[in-house]
């Protein structure tokens, strides 16, 4: 199985400022179509988990441009601007090139 | 718009078999696949399988023996049954749209596997 590796485990960002998550994958994940299906997902306290980014760099429907995904082959990152109240939670990093699919551990995100 | 809603039972015994229901709106099964994802409390995400548009599936070998997922499209239902149900099954199931990736979600649905 492909491992997802994410760091860092937590994190603490004040309000209107930056932070990025890394995740690296134990295979590449460049798919015999070229595609590459890496996807950030975020859970809020209580809810399901939503799609944030798919295919590397390509955000959702109704995500804001605040969220940008970038990397290639096993190395990607997460980066979200301008951080809002709203924005904490738990990040994964998920990868559906091979299977079974597999999500990194998670990335808690707190507002000081 | 896309919506999932996950239904079953709440609490199970060991070895007794859960049935869990995904009940589909805004998109067509026929055109989406539908995956299954499970969170055991306070942990992290594990993907359970996949039905695709066409009806095959994949399922993850941790738990390939024991996972059947079928569908009704007349019903807009995806169906997930897995038997011998041990206390680690415990968590909440999510049903997703897939299509590359899992997009949209449901609420979860809580299940408990206790004696």
């Known amino acids: 199985d492909v491992v997802m590796t994410q760091t860092p485990v937590s994190l603490s960002v004040s309000l209107g400022g930056q932070v990025s998550i890394s995740c690296r994958s134990s295979q590449s994940l460049v798919h015999n179509n070229g595609n590459t299906y890496l996807s950030w997902y975020l859970q809020k306290p209580g809810q399901s988990p939503q799609l944030l980014i798919y295919?590397?760099?390509n955000r959702f429907s109704g995500i804001s441009d605040r969220f940008s995904g970038s990397g290639s082959g096993t190395d990607f990152t997460l980066k979200i601007s301008r951080v809002e109240p709203d924005d904490l939670g738990v990040y994964y990093c998920g990868q559906g090139t091979q299977y079974p699919l597999t999500f990194g551990s998670g990335t808690k995100l707190e507002i000081k | 718009q896309v919506q999932l809603e996950e239904s079953g039972p709440g609490l199970m015994q060991p070895s007794e078999t859960l049935s869990l229901t995904c009940t589909v709106s805004g998109f067509s099964l026929t055109s989406n696949g539908v995956g299954w994802v499970r969170q055991p409390l306070g942990k992290g995400l594990v993907w359970m399988g996949t039905?695709?548009?066409?009806?095959?599936?994949n399922y993850n070998s941790a738990v390939q023996s024991r996972l059947s997922i079928s569908r009704d499209t007349s019903k807009s239902q995806v169906f997930l049954k897995m038997n011998s149900l041990q206390p680690e099954d415990t968590g909440t199931y999510y049903c997703?749209?897939?299509?590359?990736?899992?997009?949209?979600w449901g609420q979860g649905v809580m299940v408990t596997v206790s004696s």
């Open positions: 997703a749209r897939h299509v590359g990736q899992l997009g949209d």
């Open positions: 295919k590397v760099s």
């Open positions: 039905i695709w548009a066409g009806g095959s599936t």
